[in-house]
T-cell receptor
Framework: GAVVSQHPSRVICKSGTSVKIECRSL??????MFWYRQFPKQSLMLMAT?????????EQGVEKDKFLINHASLTLSTLTVTSAHPEDSSFYIC??????????????FGSGTRLTVV | AQSVTQPDIHITVSEGASLELRCNYSYGATPYLFWYVQSPGQGLQLLLK??????LVQGIKGFEAEFKRSQSSFNLRKPSVHWSDAAEYFCAVVPNGGYSTLTFGKGTMLLVSP
C-alpha cells in the first residue's frame, strides 16, 4: 500500500530559528502534497497544497513567508517554519496523493511532526 | 457550502459491543468518501474509501462502511469493538473527480469501556 514518511516526528527549537519538516512518498509518485496543522482535540486545518514543480497554494490566513513549502520532486515535499515562535508550536501532518484515476489514488498521511518552540 | 458532519463528538462503547459512527455530507454530487483513524500523537491511517460501485465497503481492522445516497451518509461500523479501537475517527470527502482537497469532519472520539 501507499506509504508516506514524515520526519522528524518530534522537534524542539529555540524561538527565532527555522525548522524543516520532510514528507516523502515511499512507493508512489505524489502528484499533490498537502500540509495540515492540527491543534489539540481538533480536526486538521489545511495550510497549503503543493503540486510538483509549481508554487504552493496557501489557504487564507496562512503566512506563506513563514511556512515555506517546496515540492521539488514527485516524492518529496518540505515545510520550513521560518523564524519560529512559541505560537507556531503544533502538530504538523503531511498528506500525499497520486493522480485521480491511478490505481493507488487516495490520500495517504504521514505520521506527523510535533513542533515545540521554546 | 460543501460540508461534512460528524454529529457525535464522543462515543463510549463497551468492549465487544457493536459500533456505528455517523457521517453526513453536503455536496452537489456524490463525492469520494474516506474514513481515517488517528491515535494520539500519530498521523491518520486510512480505514476504507468509497469511489463507486458496491455501496458496502470493507476496510482494515474489521471496519466497514455503507454509502447511502438517499441519506447523504457514509456511516462506519464494526460488529465487535476492541479496546485498541479507542481513537479519533475522521470522515472525509473530496468532490467526484478527486482533484480537490479533502474536507474533514470534526471527528468522533471513540472511548472503549471494559
Amino acid at each position: 500500500g501507499a506509504v508516506v514518511s514524515q520526519h522528524p516526528s518530534r522537534v524542539i527549537c529555540k524561538s527565532g530559528t527555522s525548522v524543516k519538516i520532510e514528507c516523502r512518498s515511499l512507493d508512489f509518485q505524489a502528484t499533490t502534497m498537502f500540509w495540515y496543522r492540527q491543534f489539540p482535540k481538533q480536526s486538521l486545518m489545511l495550510m497549503a497544497t503543493s503540486n510538483e514543480g509549481s508554487k504552493a497554494t496557501y489557504e487564507q490566513g496562512v503566512e506563506k513567508d513563514k511556512f515555506l513549502i517546496n515540492h521539488a520532486s514527485l516524492t518529496l515535499s518540505t515545510l520550513t517554519v521560518t523564524s519560529a515562535h512559541p505560537e507556531d508550536s503544533s502538530f504538523y501532518i503531511c498528506s500525499a496523493s497520486a493522480r485521480p484515476g491511478q490505481s493507488n489514488y487516495g490520500y495517504t498521511f504521514g505520521s506527523g511532526t510535533r513542533l515545540t518552540v521554546v | 457550502a460543501q460540508s461534512v458532519t460528524q454529529p457525535d463528538i464522543h462515543i463510549t462503547v463497551s468492549e465487544g459491543a457493536s459500533l456505528e459512527l455517523r457521517c453526513n455530507y453536503s455536496y452537489g454530487a456524490t463525492p469520494y468518501l474516506f474514513w481515517y483513524v488517528q491515535s494520539p500523537g500519530q498521523g491518520l491511517q486510512l480505514l476504507l474509501k468509497y469511489f463507486s460501485g458496491d455501496t458496502l465497503v470493507q476496510g482494515i481492522k474489521g471496519f466497514e462502511a455503507e454509502f447511502k445516497r438517499s441519506q447523504s451518509s457514509f456511516n462506519l461500523r464494526k460488529p465487535s469493538v476492541h479496546w485498541s479501537d479507542a481513537a479519533e475517527y475522521f470522515c472525509a470527502v473530496v468532490p467526484n473527480g478527486g482533484y480537490s482537497t479533502l474536507t474533514f469532519g470534526k471527528g468522533t472520539m471513540l472511548l472503549v469501556s471494559p
